[in-house]
């Protein structure tokens, strides 16, 4: 390697230039003559003006630094009608029993939230399970015979009960102390003259 071979990484900068033919030169990037072009020309913008005319947004309260939940999904809903027609009587019905015999679909890689509703008639009985039920849907499933298990079983509440604190015990009376006698050797110092 010679060392007139040697090439910079970075190139030398180039230098402004100044006149007509440069791309800073003149006015400088102020373009022409006028207001513009002077020191100091800062205008106040117009679109403040609009700006403060539109109406502040209200409403949200101490709820403002919440995050508005958009995507909620709501339940998948199924009638009366299709399980009359899906199922045979005694069958039992779960979220993941409606996604394999297709009368639900997945919905983003997961099985969703399931609702009967009471749209048709059911002469069969069916063991649901899991699902959220209407009143009109439950009182026919239960005419027709059928039972229906809560979303989530009520789980017996524990109840934790505090001991009692021991009672604290009554202060004793406390005997006076009773002074010891001087012995001889000790006098009183002397007074002073």
């Known amino acids: 390697m010679q060392i007139n071979s040697l090439t910079r990484v970075h190139p030398n900068k180039k230098r402004m230039t100044v006149a007509r033919g440069g791309k800073r030169g003149k006015t400088s990037g102020r ?13 106040r913008p117009e679109w403040r003006d609009i700006i403060k005319k539109l ?15 958009t995507n909620v999904q709501k339940p998948a809903i199924v009638n009366l009608g299709a399980l009359q027609g899906a199922f045979k009587a005694g069958a039992s019905i779960t979220p993941a029993i409606l996604v394999e015999s297709g009368v639900v679909s997945i919905w983003s890689g997961k099985i969703p939230r399931i609702k009967i509703l009471g749209d048709g008639e059911l002469t069969i009985a069916l063991k649901i399970s899991g ?40 202060a004793e009376p406390k005997a ?8 001889a050797s000790e006098k009183k110092p002397a007074p002073k003259k």
């Not at 109406?55 to 939940?69: H, I, M």
């Open 55 to 69: 109406p502040k947004l209200r409403g949200r309260g101490k709820n403002s630094n919440k995050t508005v939940v």
């Open 131 to 170: 699902c959220d039920v209407s009143e009109t849907a439950k009182a026919q499933i239960m005419k027709a015979g059928g039972t229906i298990e809560p979303v989530r079983p009520e789980v017996e509440e524990k109840v934790f009960v505090q001991a009692p604190k021991p009672a604290a015990k009554a």
């Open 31 to 43: 373009g022409g003559k006028g207001q513009s072009a002077r020191a100091g020309n800062k205008r």
């Open 176 to 183: 006076p102390k009773a002074k010891a006698p001087k012995a």
